[in-house]
C-alpha cells in the first residue's frame, strides 16, 4: 500500500461532552484548519515547541529535488552500518523471517530504463548493497528508501521481522487487504520497484495527478467526506510523494506528533512519517529550520455531504453520518435524505448492526421468529432474523419484535454490546450516570459498558436519559465509536 492510515509498528506510527472534547481532532479538524491562515508553504507563526521531527514540516514542500535525487549520498557499506545500528535489538522472527541487518538475498541483473541504469547481478547481497545499488541506478538517495522502510512497515528498528512485512517492504503493487502482487514481493524487488516508480511519478511529462509547480486540492485521507486541503507543490521531489502516498496530514494529525490520533478515520500518517523520520535520522528533508511549528495546508475545499439534508457544519455528528454513507451502513431515504433528527426505529437499528458486521451470509428461517414480523410485511425481515439468530435481540416476551417502534437509549445499549459480541459485563458500584441504577433499569450493566468503551458519555448533567428515543443523527456517531474504537 502506498499510503497509511494506520500507525506504522514499533515506535514510529504510519477510538456531547467528554468524549466531544477528545475528539475535536475528528469532529472540528476541518473548521480548525479554517481557521488557519498562515500557508504551509510559508514558515509558521506559532511560538510553540514543535513536536520532535515535525519542526520544519510544509506540506507543499516535503522533501526538496536535491535531497530526494541523490543517490550517491550512502554507501553500501554505510547502509549496511546505519541497519546494524538501528536494528540492534532484532532477532530472527519466528517465521524464520531476518531483519535487515542479517539479510542476504540474491538479485537479478536489470537493464537500464528510462529511470534507473543497469544494475548487475548480485549473490548473497547485503540489504545495503541491494539499496546502494538502486540508489545509484535510479539515483534515489539511499536515506529516503531506509524511512520509507520504517514508514510502510517498520522495518528499520523492528524487533520481530516476518516475511509478510518483507515482502511487502515498500508497498509497491500492495493493496490494502489483498497482500502484494507476487511479481513485486520480496525486499529486492520492492527496492527497485520503488526507486523507479518514485523518479517516473516525479517526471512531468508522465501526466500523474501531481506535479511541481502545480496547486491541487489534496485528501486529508481516502474518505472524500474529511476534505481536502489546498496544496502547491514546491518541486519533483515533493510530487512524487504525493503520487506515491496521495494524503496531506490535517493540522490534528501534525499535532499529534509520532502518536496516533485517537478515533480519527480522517488522519493519514504517511507523508508526515517521512518527514518526521527524515528529520530525526538525517535532517529536515526540504532544509527549513526544525523550530518552526508545523501548519498543515489549510482547508481549500468543504467535504461532501453525504446526504442532502447532512452538510458540512450542519450536524455535530457530520463525520459520523458521512462515515455510516461511505462504509455502505446508511442508504437514506430515495429523495436523498438521511432525516437526522428522526427517532431510529427497530428494524431500522438492527439494520444498520447487520451491515456493519459486513453483511453476511444468512438465509432468513421459512418462519419467522416474531409474530409480528413476516417476509412480507418487512422490508428487513432478513436482518431482523439474523439479529435474532445471532442473539442481539431476543424480542418481547409475547413473541413480538415492534419493527416499527423507536429505539430507547437503554435497548440500544443493549443491542451495542451483543453486536459487540458481548464481552464480560461488570456492575460498578457506582453509577456513571445520575439517573441509571441497578433498580431502575434491567440494562444497567450495558449502559455502564456503553460508557466504560467510549460509546456513549450521555449529557452534560450526568445523566444518561434511558428511556428518550434515539434520533438517526445519534446512532450513527455510536455505531462509528463501536466500530471505529
Not at 268 to 296: C, D, E, I, K, M
Amino acid at each position: 500500500m502506498h499510503f497509511s492510515r494506520v500507525p506504522a509498528p514499533s515506535t514510529p506510527s504510519h477510538r456531547v461532552s467528554l468524549l466531544l472534547l477528545r475528539r475535536l481532532g475528528l469532529l472540528t479538524v476541518a473548521a480548525l484548519l479554517m481557521l488557519t491562515t498562515v500557508l504551509a508553504t510559508g514558515p509558521s507563526a506559532e511560538a510553540r515547541t514543535p513536536p520532535a521531527g515535525l519542526g520544519g514540516f510544509q506540506a507543499g514542500n516535503l522533501i526538496t529535488d536535491a535531497q530526494m535525487f541523490d543517490g550517491g549520498a550512502m554507501s553500501a557499506a554505510e547502509v549496511d552500518a546505519f541497519l546494524d545500528r538501528m536494528g540492534s535489538s532484532c532477532r530472527v522472527g519466528a517465521d524464520g523471517t531476518a531483519c535487515l541487518k542479517d539479510l542476504s538475498v540474491s538479485t537479478p541483473q536489470r537493464q537500464a530504463t528510462a529511470y534507473c541504469a543497469a544494475i548487475p547481478a548480485r549473490t548473497a547481497a547485503s540489504a545495503g548493497t541491494v539499496i546502494a545499488d538502486v540508489s545509484a541506478a535510479c539515483d534515489i538517495n539511499p536515506q529516503v528508501f531506509l524511512v520509507m522502510l520504517q514508514k510502510e512497515q517498520g522495518l528499520i528498528i523492528t524487533t520481530t521481522p516476518t516475511r509478510k512485512k518483507l515482502d511487502e517492504a515498500l508497498g509497491f503493487r500492495c493493496p490494502d487487504f489483498l497482500g502484494c502482487d507476487p511479481a513485486h514481493a520480496g525486499f529486492a524487488q520492492q527496492v527497485y520497484n520503488a526507486g523507479s516508480r518514485l523518479q517516473e511519478y516525479g517526471d512531468p511529462a508522465k501526466r500523474f495527478t501531481y506535479r511541481a509547480g502545480g496547486t491541487y486540492q489534496i485528501q486529508y485521507s481516502p474518505y472524500a467526506f474529511c476534505g481536502s486541503a489546498t496544496v502547491k507543490i514546491a518541486n519533483r521531489a515533493t510530487a512524487a510523494l504525493y503520487n506515491y502516498t496521495p494524503f496531506t496530514p490535517t493540522q490534528t494529525t501534525l499535532d499529534a506528533g509520532s502518536a496516533a490520533v485517537a478515533d480519527d478515520v480522517c488522519a493519514t500518517y504517511g507523508n508526515r512519517n517521512f518527514f518526521r523520520l527524515h528529520s530525526q535520522w538525517f535532517g529536515t528533508p526540504n532544509g527549513a529550520s526544525a523550530s518552526t511549528y508545523p501548519v498543515a495546508a489549510p482547508l481549500g475545499k468543504a467535504p461532501t455531504a453525504p446526504f442532502v439534508d447532512v452538510t458540512y457544519g450542519s450536524s455535530i455528528f457530520f463525520t459520523e453520518i458521512a462515515w455510516m454513507k461511505h462504509q455502505g451502513l446508511a442508504d437514506g431515504w430515495a429523495d436523498g435524505t438521511y432525516r437526522p433528527l428522526q427517532p431510529i426505529a427497530r428494524d431500522a437499528m438492527v439494520a444498520f448492526l447487520y451491515r456493519s458486521a459486513g453483511s453476511p451470509q444468512f438465509t432468513p428461517p421459512a418462519v419467522s421468529p416474531f409474530s409480528d414480523v413476516t417476509a412480507q410485511n418487512s422490508i428487513f425481515y432478513k436482518e431482523i432474523t439474523w439479529a435474532h439468530a445471532q442473539g442481539i435481540t431476543t424480542g418481547w416476551e409475547d413473541g413480538t419484535f415492534r419493527p416499527l417502534e423507536n429505539v430507547h437509549r437503554d435497548a440500544m445499549a443493549a443491542f451495542l454490546h451483543r453486536a459487540a459480541g458481548s464481552p464480560p459485563l461488570s456492575t460498578p458500584s457506582r453509577s456513571p450516570f445520575t439517573d441509571v441504577t441497578v433498580q431502575n433499569s434491567i440494562f444497567y450493566q450495558e449502559i455502564a459498558w456503553a460508557r466504560d468503551a467510549g460509546i456513549t458519555t450521555g449529557w452534560a448533567d450526568g445523566t444518561y436519559r434511558p428511556l428518550a428515543d434515539i434520533n438517526r443523527d445519534a446512532i450513527a456517531a455510536f455505531i462509528y465509536r463501536l466500530e471505529v474504537d
